[in-house]
Structure formats: structure tokens, C-alpha cells
């Protein structure tokens, strides 16, 4: 029995326990594709067992700066999404998001000091996005390790093998996973790509394909900083580094300023810190 057949099994038989379709990974199996990922040996070496490099990304948004700053959220939530060829379906139901702005009561539900809280609060814009989170139960549920964390702690997906049957979705706590019931490669009844101006350099999905923000891995591969964080560069509404590194920039941050973190009682350790 061929690899690729013996994959396309396991995967089938996996998705048969859950009872659910293997529609992506079939046809991926079937065009000969690699099971290839959106970071190639970064995902290769996670799914064997890899030491980890002793590095930890983490990220600290300071919610102030963006509300000094009006259409600076926005500025990185398209700038992600352009770089990371998210496609744009035009309504909210079939939504795909990597990144997005929403209101600080629905990005901390759980904050227990929400009655003494500055009412200005109430109409910053919070950005938000995957916390990759050091204790991830989207990782535990996927049953064909799909998503897994990296050597430096980010919560990465494979897109090829995922089989869409979604129990990351329900695992998160913060609703950071999108799924693709369209095909983000198609075109609207105007005959209008959902990928307005493709970025060759990245990976399209597929339809029945779950995504999300990968804390720009490929970025980091080759030494730069996130897309997001590039963008936000100006006002240093975001910084990016090494959490276990003391003299990284954002330990320094996280030593001196008060910060807070999203649903810290779901026990799964992000590595999003907020100033509020
Ligand atoms: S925020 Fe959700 S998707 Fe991201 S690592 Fe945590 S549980 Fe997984
Ligand atoms: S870290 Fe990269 S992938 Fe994640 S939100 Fe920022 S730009 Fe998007």
C-alpha cells in the first residue's frame, strides 16, 4: 500500500470515528498533493517530536495607543489579511478572520472589575486575534494534528490536514478559529475574486478548511517582525518578542506594566498580553 493511501486511511478512519466528511484531504490525497504546510519544517518538526528553541513569542497590545490612534486596528487587520490571503466573502456569516476589532466587553467577558471600569473603555477598539496560547485545547481536539504547536510555542495549522470537522472551533474559548464553507479561491456572483489581490508568496486554503492567524511564521522564518506589528510600528501600539527572554522588550513590559490577559480562568496560558 502506497504512503499517500495509507495517509488518505488513517486520516478517513479517523474522520469515520468522529462520524464526520474527509472531502479536503481526500482530494488533496487524490492530486497528489504533499501534505505539505503553511511553514513547511517548522510544521514538518512538530509533528515528530522536536525540542523546543527555549523561545516563546508573545505579544503586548496597548488598547490606549489604538484608541489614539483611529484606524490603526483596521490598518493591521487588513494588512494581515492581505499578506496571509484571507479571503473576503462579503458577509458576516461566512466571515474569515485572522485578526478583527471588537468591543471590550466581548473580548473580556470574565474582567471582574467591568462595573469599575473607565467608561471610555467601552468604545476602544480592541484588537484581537489567536492568543497561542502555551496550553492549547484546540491542539488537544484536533484528531489529525492538524493544528500543533511549533518549537517556539505558536499554535500553527497544517491546511492539508485538516479534514474540517471543526472540534478546534468548539475547543478555543475565543472564538479565534474560522472555517472555510466557501471556497476562498472562487469568485462572487460579480465575478469578483474573494482574494482581492493575491499574495503568491502565501498559501490559499481550500474550502472545509479551518484557519487562523499564525503569528507570521513565515516572517519570522526569514527575521522579520509580524505583519500586524510592522503596521502598528509607528505608534508601538504592539510589540513582539521572546516572552523567555528577560531582556526582550516585551518581558521588559510585561516586568513593569500591569497587564491583562483573556479569560485567564480557561487555564490556557495566551501569550497575548493587553494593556488597558
Ligand atoms: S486562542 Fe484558540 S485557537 Fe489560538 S491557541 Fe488558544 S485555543 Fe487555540
Ligand atoms: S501575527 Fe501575523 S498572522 Fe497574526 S494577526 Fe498579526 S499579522 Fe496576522
Not at 501600539?237 to 491583562?260: C, H, R, W, Y
Amino acid at each position: 500500500m502506497d504512503s499517500k493511501r495509507r495517509d488518505f486511511l488513517k486520516i478517513a478512519g479517523l474522520s469515520a470515528i468522529a462520524g464526520i466528511a474527509v472531502p479536503s484531504a481526500f482530494n488533496s490525497l487524490l492530486k497528489g498533493e504533499a501534505l505539505a504546510s503553511e511553514h513547511g519544517a517548522a510544521a514538518a518538526g512538530a509533528h515528530g517530536a522536536v525540542a523546543p528553541t527555549g523561545k516563546r513569542w508573545g505579544m503586548v497590545i496597548d488598547v490606549k495607543k489604538f484608541s489614539a490612534n483611529p484606524g490603526l486596528a483596521e490598518k493591521c487587520v487588513s494588512t494581515c489579511h492581505a499578506v496571509h490571503n484571507v479571503p473576503d466573502f462579503g458577509n458576516k456569516k461566512d466571515e474569515i478572520k485572522w485578526v478583527w476589532v471588537d468591543s471590550f466587553n466581548h473580548v473580556f467577558p470574565d474582567d471582574s472589575s467591568q462595573y469599575k471600569k473607565p467608561e471610555a473603555l467601552d468604545s476602544m477598539p480592541i484588537l484581537t486575534l489567536c492568543n497561542h496560547c502555551d496550553n492549547p485545547p484546540c491542539v488537544r481536539a484536533c484528531p489529525t494534528q492538524a493544528t500543533f504547536k511549533t518549537k517556539d510555542g505558536i499554535v500553527a495549522m497544517d491546511y492539508h490536514r485538516c479534514i474540517g470537522c471543526r472540534f478546534c472551533m468548539a475547543a478555543c474559548p475565543y472564538g479565534a478559529r474560522s472555517f472555510n464553507w466557501r471556497d476562498p479561491r472562487g469568485k462572487d456572483a460579480n465575478g469578483q475574486p474573494f482574494i482581492k489581490a493575491e499574495n503568491p508568496k502565501f498559501p490559499t486554503r481550500m474550502r472545509g478548511v479551518v484557519e487562523k492567524c499564525n503569528f507570521c511564521t513565515e516572517r519570522l522564518a526569514i527575521g522579520q517582525i509580524p505583519a500586524c506589528v510592522e503596521a502598528a510600528a509607528e505608534s508601538k501600539a504592539l510589540v513582539f518578542g521572546d516572552l523567555n527572554d528577560p531582556a526582550s522588550e516585551v518581558s521588559q513590559m510585561l516586568k513593569t506594566t500591569f497587564t491583562i490577559q483573556r479569560k485567564p480562568s480557561a487555564g490556557t496560558h495566551p501569550s497575548l498580553f493587553y494593556i488597558i
